[in-house]
């Protein structure tokens, strides 16, 4: 209690140098984090969190691109078998918790049983984990368990699962109902393979999500939920050192490499968090240095600050420094398809949301409010990934008011009563409900949706709420429409199309409730091949398919630009979903701030 007034007094003044010698990252989350509890995680925010204090065994190269997976917490690669069936992972020993009550004074030494306990929380019906469709029908002894603990309405932690098993003190093997060549990358995903220590949940039970404790480079050391985070360094962490492979071309990559490489981790001392999720007050705190780096330029900015797509000069003078990423992202507005009034599948449901996606004007939203900083989605999965193809196109992108109105009179959406606006082919009330934050970004982009849907003599309201709580009530099927964005978890499209498999459905990722037979053989089909011209064919049929269907319509894909002081080192963002980037960047203590 002491140690968190004290650190709760020192964030109340002016950002101001640490400690002498203290190296410390400041900056700011737009959006408020949920919990530190990794399985019940599905926001990019809590991710970045949580793979700073936890460790999956497998990470990505913090330089590599094409990204490439190497071990974090095992001794080397996974051994996969001939017939991608059976993982076998070697724990590095003398990797340690970091210290905590739970452990009654003793260091506690991760093992494989750690891995084992992890992947079964998945399954703990009380924690509805976002990742469980992961494991769900793809690992050995998984569906029986889950019977079992659905119908008891709790897991039996020590029920032997045969396809999740610890060998011995540090080998862990993982059996698969079929070939996977995605599997692995589910091991570099804290949501899925984080290892938590099981005396550390018993010990804090339902309150788990505020006690945080990993083998990772920081611990948690204050929190003021949706205001304030300090992650201070782990003093127990293992000694890891700077170590990439940028690519031949990439001279700022191997510009770090020569100034860090064989260096200890983490460099910096302490990571200070703000949450403001109004983006003229985080860019103003930015440019007054509070923060060291602006990490993504909020859009309604960027023809201030990167004009042309080049550092403005007011900001050159102070010698920021920038970056720009096509990101793996996606942007898009999902439709329940269970609503009585936007779902169902039949012809005259498909062509309201059929229209509804004609009338959109996508390339309004990338110019009033995204300044540019996006290009359209013609596919629901990203640029970058494996199995996107530049060129191809689906009818999602289309827009085409003409045609919107035509499908809503042929299908029988008229205006009967004179008012301008059309009712439902019964003559019922006709009347989208979208939900959104109060942000002025989400005010905007209501408007256009306002717009878009005045164009084609459709109501639109808006509902507003924080984040966190739309978060739960999609989770719970209670939204009609949403509009999100989100980075991959994997560089593979399977990413993004799992989202519409049926068995996903609601909390485990299928937000929309897509379920369709023709779609889920098609997935089932593509998700046993290893990545060929076949798999992205089966990609591009799924691609059509929700282009007909339209459970989700696709926006677009955004361009995201970085921001930092000269003092900051090492930066590169990296194109996955909330991967641990901070251990690696450094902190110059001689720079002006």
Not at 76 to 92: Q, R, W, Y
Not at 163 to 168: P, S
Not at 212 to 231: C, D, E, H, M, N
């Amino acid at each position: 209690m002491i140690r968190a007034l004290v650190l709760a007094l020192a964030l109340a003044v002016p950002a101001a140098a640490g400690a002498a010698g203290e190296k410390v990252l400041r900056y700011a989350f737009d959006v408020a984090e949920t919990t530190f509890e990794p399985q019940k995680v599905s926001d990019v925010y809590s991710m970045t969190l949580i793979s700073s204090i936890f460790e999956t065994p497998l990470d990505f190269d913090y330089l590599a691109r094409p990204l490439k997976l190497k071990p974090a917490t095992l001794a080397a690669m996974p051994e996969v078998s001939a017939d991608a069936k059976t993982i076998t992972l070697k724990v590095k020993p003398g990797i340690y918790f970091a210290d905590d009550p739970a452990f009654g004074g003793k260091k506690r030494e991760l093992v494989a049983e750690d891995y084992v306990y992890s992947l079964k929380r998945l399954l703990d019906p009380k924690l509805a984990s976002p990742l469980l469709g992961e494991i769900e029908g793809k690992v050995v002894g998984v569906g029986e368990a889950l019977a079992v603990a659905r119908k008891a309405d709790r897991l039996d932690y020590d029920r032997p699962i045969e396809g999740l098993r610890a060998l011995d003190r540090y080998t862990l093997q993982i059996k698969l109902i079929e070939p996977s060549y995605t599997f692995l990358f589910n091991l570099a995903d804290c949501r899925f393979a984080c290892a938590m220590a099981r005396e550390v949940v018993e010990k804090y039970g339902g309150d788990v999500g505020a006690h945080p404790v990993g083998t990772g480079p920081y611990r948690l050391a204050f929190w003021k939920r949706s205001s304030r985070i300090v992650l201070e360094r782990n003093p127990g962490y293992r000694e890891e050192y700077f170590d990439a492979e940028p690519g031949p071309g990439d001279t700022r990559g191997q510009e770090m490499v020569r100034r860090a490489k064989g260096k200890r981790l983490p460099f910096i001392d302490r990571v200070e968090i703000a949450i403001i999720e109004e983006n003229q007050p985080r860019y103003l705190a930015f440019l007054n240095g509070e923060h060291d780096l602006l990490f993504k330029v909020p859009e309604d900015y960027a023809n201030i600050a990167i004009p042309g797509n080049r550092l403005a000069p007011n900001l050159a003078r102070m010698g920021l420094r920038m970056e720009q990423q096509p990101a793996m992202d996606l942007t898009y507005v999902y439709f329940n398809m269970e609503d009585p009034v936007i779902g169902g599948y039949t012809p005259e449901k498909v062509a309201l949301r059929r229209a509804i996606s004609l009338a959109y004007n996508v390339d309004d939203e990338i110019a009033i409010v995204r300044k540019g900083q996006a290009i359209p989605a013609y596919t629901p999965y990203s640029p970058g990934v494996a199995g996107y193809v530049p060129g191809f196109r689906t009818g999602i992108g289309v827009y085409d008011v003409p045609r919107a109105k035509a499908l809503l009179d042929m299908f029988g959406y008229k205006d009967r009563d004179g008012d301008g606006y059309r009712e439902m082919p019964d003559g019922s009330r006709l009347e989208l409900r979208h939900n959104s934050t109060p942000t002025d970004r989400d005010k905007n982009i209501d408007e256009l949706w306002k717009r878009s849907m005045d164009d084609i003599g459709i109501r639109f309201t808006v509902r507003k709420a924080m984040w966190p709580d739309l978060l739960k009530e999609s989770d719970a099927g209670k939204l009609m429409m949403w509009q999100l964005g989100g980075t991959a978890a994997a560089p593979d499209a399977d990413t993004w199309l799992q989202t519409l498999y049926s068995p996903n459905s609601g909390f485990k990722g299928n937000r929309s409730r897509f379920k369709l037979a023709e779609y889920d053989r098609l997935y089932e089909q593509a998700r046993v091949m290893p990545d060929s011209p076949e798999r992205t064919r089966l990609y591009q049929r799924m691609a059509m398919i929700c282009a007909v269907y339209v459970p989700m319509k696709p926006n677009t894909h955004r361009i995201l630009t970085d921001m930092w002081y000269p003092r900051v080192l090492n930066f590169r963002r990296t194109p996955m979903l909330g991967n641990p980037f901070w251990k690696y960047l450094d902190i110059d203590l001689a720079a002006p701030r």
